[in-house]
Structure formats: C-alpha cells, structure tokens
C-alpha cells in the first residue's frame, strides 16, 4: 500500500468517524442519549475507531512517522485547528489524525505536550458538565454540547474514557509527572501551550466582547474557560506571564459588565471543582 493510498483510505474512515460524532452531538441536543439511534451511532463509532487504528498501525510499519505527518500536513487547508473544529473545519479529520500522530511518535516533549492538553480537557470537561445542565446557559447549550464532543474527537485518551464510560468531573493532573530536572524543556512546551494559548484567547475575548449573539457568547466562555484551566495548571513562572493580563481584562473600562460577570461565574465554577495532582 502506497502512503498517499494509505492516508486516503484513513481518511474515509475517519469522515465517517466525524459523521458518527456529529450525529451523538445531536442525539444530546436533542435529549436523546438513551435513544436506539445514539446508542448505534455510539458502537459503530468504536467499530470505526478499532479499523482506524488498525490502519495507522499499518502504515506506521510501513512509513516513518514523520514521512505520515508531513503528508498530513500536505492535506490541511485551514491555518489552525479552532475550538469548535468539529461540523466546522472541513480539514478536521486531519487535525484529529495529526494529533493521534503526535501521540505516537515516541518524541518525550511530544508526550508531555499531550498529557498536559488532556490535563486541560479533563478540566475543560469538568467545566462543561456544569454549564450543559445549568439552565441559565440554555441559549448556549447546543454550542457547549458540541465543544465537549470536540474535544474528545481531538484527544484519543479522552476518547476511550468516553468508550469505556470513564469519563469523570473528578480529575487528577498528570502534568506534574513530567516536571522535572530531568525534562527541562518542559518549560517550552508550558509556555506555548499555556502561556501563548491563553494570551490568544485574551485577545478573542476584547475583540469579540459586546457581541451578544449565542455564537459569540459561546465562544466568549469557552475562552475564559480555557484561560482558567491553563492558570490552575502554570506553575508560578509562567503564571506570572499571564496573570497581568487576565487582571487587566478584569479592570479594564472597555470590557462590557456581561463578560466580567461571565468570567466571576466561571471563576467561581472553578472554586467548585475536584482535582488533584497526580504524583
């Protein structure tokens, strides 16, 4: 099997898998988790993810890892992967795939990269849980649904919690397994990931702040949840480089009181939250 033939029959498994995801994202919207429907949708997915693995494994025998992410690379369109990538980017798929990738390619920085961003969805779960069945986000509600689905679609660990019904509010952080002497570097991978990342959904918050349609508003507190989760998971150097910002967006004159309330409602759901630290 050719690698371009190899990518191209994963990527037909994988819009099914996308297709699959979509259609329990609309099974919950719709309140229908214990349907016949979601529950078939739900088993032909793990049957698709089983083929899926099965392919990549053939291929990563055949092809080195970097010869199959740079051919993934040569399939995306979009710059950036957003947060509602899922029904939104037509490249999903290979975002998804970039990051199943990642996971497996042995490189130790790699691997913290990705425990730390599973370390930030667990909260961002947490996070969810709360919002979905809480009806003062009722408006909102479909939105925040499919950002949860998002993110497990985006993270394979999170994906066979979700399988194996281990999806839970109680989080433990892993990160802090990989914080030591021995990988310095980690403070590089801190730093993009909760450092840059935040100060990027900052500047979406003051650019977007005012707009009051549910699509913004959605995207306003997935934000601020996002900025949260990564200050509960800086140590205190790189929390230092963010913390002045999210201040100065707390005082500042510009920010509308709807989204300074938004960001105390989150803060105060973040109070409220279980984790720990594993050690």
């Known amino acids: 099997m050719t690698l371009e033939k190899g990518i191209n029959l994963l990527l037909e ?6 297709t699959n995801y979509l259609a329990l994202y609309m099974g919950e919207s719709l309140n229908k988790v214990n349907s016949l429907e979601y529950e078939t949708c739900f088993q032909e997915l793990i049957e698709l993810t089983k083929k899926e693995t099965k392919i990549i494994s053939s291929l990563v025998n055949l092809y080195s890892v970097n010869s199959l992410k740079q051919e993934l690379l040569n ?45 930030i969805d667990n909260l961002l779960l947490a996070f969810l849980e709360e919002l979905i069945n809480n009806p003062y986000y009722a408006d909102i509600r479909n939105n925040l649904i499919l950002y949860r689905y998002n993110l497990i679609y985006m993270n394979m ?16 952080l892993e990160a802090s397994k990989y914080r030591t002497a021995e990988v310095p570097s980690y403070i590089f991978v801190d730093k993009t990931i909760l450092v840059l990342e935040s100060l990027d959904y900052i500047d979406y918050i003051k650019s977007h702040d005012g707009e009051e ?15 949260l989760t990564r200050l509960t ?7 230092s ?3 002045d910002d999210l201040t100065d967006l707390l005082t500042s004159e510009d920010l509308t009181f709807t989204t300074k309330k938004l960001i105390n409602d989150m803060q105060d759901i973040l109070k409220n939250m279980h984790f720990d630290w594993a050690r």
Do not use: W
Request: proline share 2%; hydrophobic share 40%.
């Open 13 to 18: 498994i994988e819009n099914l898998i996308t």
């Open 75 to 119: 399939r995306k369109v979009s710059k950036r992967e957003i947060p509602l990538s899922l029904g939104h980017l037509t490249d999903a798929e290979v975002f998804r795939l970039l990051h199943i990738i990642d996971n497996i390619s042995g490189d130790e920085l790699l691997e913290y990269a990705s425990t730390l961003k599973t370390d």
């Open 157 to 172: 660990e999170l994906e066979n919690s979700f399988f194996n019904d281990m999806l839970s509010t109680e989080v433990s």
């Open 213 to 227: 349609n549910p699509n913004s508003q959605s995207l306003i507190i997935i934000s601020i949840i996002n900025i």
């Open 233 to 239: 998971l800086c140590e205190e150097e790189t929390l």
């Open 241 to 243: 480089l963010i913390y």
